[in-house]
């Protein structure tokens, strides 16, 4: 029984405005220089402790922000200005696949799971997935663990298990779990990145995406 495994920000919704203004008012209450776009952008996908290492240095108070974090996510999410934002057909691409009994859907995400169940409520989708791997269950992508995790939980084999997502990160994950790798190309790495990295294929549309996923049996 095929298993696919989604990533979420920048595969299934652009939060770019969410994630930004949570780096500049975070940032700011602690006094720190604002990261740029790019290089926050750059680094979606990995664990927010990582993230912030890299970001604000080794010798940021960086538990003190992820606990920042955990208090504004859900006020900027609730404001219409900055919540997540699902992909053009990306619903309705999930909501087919959730109908298909053949098919198990899964996600693996940078974001906790505090954080990331919320925001599949939120938006209808929580009950079209088997599994949900986030960062406070496992190493940060690219580690294999949460891919691993997933196919445990389902009993779902690596051959018959594909990961989509739109990082390098991603697609390094789905080679060290030996499943393969599907990047797009709407998210927040480019299409060179996502093959240096080891997708198996890339596609640039929601319609191309479900096109390859039909081809899954």
């Known amino acids: 029984m095929p298993l696919i495994i989604f990533d979420f920000d920048g595969t299934l919704v652009d939060s770019r405005a969410l994630i930004l203004e949570c780096h500049r008012t975070v940032f700011t209450e602690f006094g720190l220089p604002v990261p740029s776009a790019p290089d926050s952008l750059a680094l979606i996908g990995r664990s927010l402790e990582l993230v912030l290492v890299e970001l604000a240095g080794a010798d940021a108070p960086v538990q003190d922000m ?3 974090y955990g208090r504004r996510l859900p006020r900027l999410r609730a404001d219409p200005l900055f919540a997540e934002a699902p992909f053009g057909g990306v619903a309705e691409l999930l909501h087919d696949l959730s109908r298909r009994s053949e098919t198990q859907l899964g996600i693996s995400t940078g974001h906790t799971s505090t954080a990331v169940v919320p925001a599949l409520a939120a938006l209808g989708w929580r009950d079209w997935f088997s599994t949900i791997q986030a ?7 690219p580690h294999p663990a ?7 939980a389902t009993g779902a084999m690596a ?19 030996g499943v393969r790798g599907i990047g797009v190309t709407w998210g927040y790495h480019t299409t060179e990145q996502l ?3 080891g997708a198996s294929g890339v596609v640039k ?12 049996r």
């Open 159 to 177: 051959g018959d298990t594909v990961f989509i997502g739109d990082t390098s990160f991603d697609m390094q994950m789905a080679k060290a779990a």
């Open 195 to 197: 093959e240096e990295a």
């Open 66 to 68: 992820v606990s920042a």
């Open 205 to 216: 549309t929601v319609s191309e995406l479900r096109a390859r996923l039909g081809e899954l």
């Open 135 to 141: 960062a406070d269950m496992a190493p940060s992508k």
């Open 146 to 152: 949460m891919l691993l995790q997933a196919m445990a």
